[in-house]
Nanobody, 115 residues
């Protein structure tokens, strides 16, 4: 089955850290793009960070210097390390990968930053 399984979300205080993981089914091959998006209540889904097969990365301005995207090709997993979390980072975070045929989405994991 072609699927993405996210984990690592939760409740954290401002200034804290979380690491999100997304395990990608090995039935999805030739992946050239992996990314994390997020959607806060009442807002559109937005790109948080992405990485391509050439190793390049891209970050939303709001997370630069705080978040790091990485991938483990052996484990077929993409990670999002989130440090110095802010209340405005609260959202559902979605994993997204693409090959030449289509894009795939995970089910989402909730991240709540609150005192």
């Amino acid at each position: 089955q072609e699927r993405l399984v996210e984990s690592g979300g939760g409740l954290v205080q401002p200034g804290g850290s979380l690491r999100l993981s997304c395990v990608v089914s090995r039935r999805i091959s030739n992946i050239y793009y992996m990314a994390w998006y997020r959607q806060a209540p009442g807002k559109q889904r937005e790109l948080v960070a992405s990485t391509r097969s050439d190793g390049s990365t891209n970050y939303a301005d709001s997370v630069k210097g705080r978040f790091t995207i990485s991938r483990d090709n052996v484990e077929n997993t993409v990670y999002l390390q989130m440090n110095s979390l802010k209340i405005e980072d609260t959202a559902v975070y979605y994993c997204n990968v693409a090959n030449t045929l289509r894009r795939y989405w995970g089910q989402g994991t909730q991240v709540t930053v609150s005192t």
